[in-house]
């Protein structure tokens, strides 16, 4: 387990304020506990599988956007072991994870009513990883700051605040019309 204060506050190195990213990190959403909970029942309904295969089976599903921890993972099989709905075998070294009877009475008894955890994931199209496409845009951001001139920051500036007006008409509903470029006046 990591300890120190600074790592939990989200300090980096020389004390910055920010997420701390390390490999795989940042990567994926942080699911609610449920969702991990629904996911791994749902996984487990399918086969036995270790932990590792969970958390990789998790990550497949939702295209590599969610990547549970172990720290997600195994608290949360040790919480359906006290529940009785699923039993924790050692094999070759290794613990399987098996749904018990009650566990498939449990799964089953939901189908209906439960939401799919990997269905937010499910999507193909250029807004399904809207994450991504947010970090790649501040990537340039940060890029034209640095490097741009005055009038190119003034135009990124334009730009950026055309986007944020056109994501809040999109969830009004409202027709998006982009405003077209204007020409440099000589």
């Known amino acids: 387990m990591h300890g120190g204060r600074g790592e939990r506050s989200g300090r980096g190195e020389r004390g ?3 997420p701390r990213r390390g490999p795989g990190r940042g990567s994926g959403r942080r699911a609610p506990r449920g969702d991990v909970r629904a996911a791994v ?3 487990l309904a399918e086969e036995p599988m270790h932990g590792y295969q969970l958390m990789q089976a998790i990550a497949d599903r939702s295209g590599g956007r969610w990547t549970p921890s172990p720290g997600a993972i195994y608290p949360t099989l040790n919480q359906l072991e006290d529940e009785g709905l699923v039993t924790v075998t050692a094999e070759a070294g290794r613990k399987l994870v098996t749904l018990t009877d009650a566990g498939r ?3 089953e008894g939901r189908r209906e009513t439960s939401i799919d955890p990997f269905a937010p994931y499910a999507g193909t199209g250029p807004g399904a990883d809207l994450r991504g496409l947010l970090d790649e845009l501040a990537s340039a951001t940060r890029q034209v700051a640095r490097t741009g001139s005055d009038e190119q920051r003034t135009a990124a500036a334009k730009v950026l605040a055309e986007a944020r007006r056109s994501l809040y008409l ?3 509903d ?3 019309v982009p405003e077209p470029p204007k020409t440099p006046e000589a």
């Open 170 to 172: 999109l969830l009004a």
């Open 174 to 176: 409202a027709p998006v």
């Open 16 to 18: 910055e304020r920010g």
């Open 105 to 107: 009475e449990y799964v």
């Open 41 to 43: 029942l749902m996984l």
